[in-house]
């Protein structure tokens, strides 16, 4: 079968965009441990300074692993202002909805390996959400974001939305952030992102 013109587009744009994770990621790893815990310190007091923040009923937020900015210092805080929170759950048919955390937070592993509440129920879906606090590899000022690969979030994320709810804050070290992305038809951008800098809005392009 011959590869038609779009098929090589795709092909080229999923090539880049794996090139571009590696390479983030690999400048993630690189971070020094004191400046990690510095950086989630300073990015979550940036966050919880935001009035869309702090008004918000319901934020989603997500368990961070190893080389992701740590949401712990986020997460108390958010605790302590009065937000309902929920985390992102995997079910087997590969949905991604978002259920309770409350203290005490005990946890399982959900069918995509990621730590989420044994509490299942309220079950939110995306769209009932205030705030949606997104983790990410890569970002840039146009508000593209690269994940990691498996678009869960941007299948959640389907739907239109009215007033920019949910809004949707990439959490993140300055040194994700690189050069122009291209964007996919169903790649979901963001309205802004938090780093240890402060909160950079996106100049999202119709």
């Known amino acids: 079968m011959t590869a038609q013109a779009g098929d090589t587009f795709l092909i080229s744009a999923a090539a880049q965009k794996a090139s571009i994770r590696r390479h983030l990621r690999r400048l993630r790893q690189q971070i ?3 400046e990690r815990s510095l950086a989630a310190r300073l990015t979550a007091q940036k966050l919880l300074r935001l009035r869309r923040v702090q008004v918000a ?3 989603a ?3 961070s692993t190893k080389h992701e900015l740590a949401t712990a210092p986020l997460i108390e805080g958010l605790l302590k202002i009065g937000a309902a929170l929920f985390v992102p759950c995997v079910a087997h048919d590969q949905r991604m909805t978002f259920v309770p ?3 005490p937070r005990k946890l399982r592993v959900d069918a995509l390996g990621m730590r989420t509440p044994l509490a299942r129920r309220p079950r939110r879906s995306a769209h009932q ?3 949606i606090v997104l983790p990410l590899v890569g970002f840039d000022r146009q508000g593209n974001r690269i994940g990691m690969g498996a678009g869960y979030y941007d299948r959640a994320l389907q739907f239109p939305r009215i007033g920019k ?4 804050l990439g959490y993140a070290y300055r040194q994700q952030q690189t050069g122009c992305l291209a964007a996919e038809r169903w790649d979901v951008k963001l309205d802004a992102v938090a ?3 402060g909160v950079q809005r996106s100049s999202r392009k119709p």
């Open 57 to 59: 009923r319901s934020v």
């Open 165 to 168: 709810r949910p809004w949707l």
């Open 32 to 34: 020094p441990r004191a």
């Open 195 to 197: 780093m240890s800098s």
């Open 61 to 63: 937020v997500y368990l």
């Open 129 to 131: 959400l205030d705030v």
């Open 101 to 103: 955390l409350k203290p």
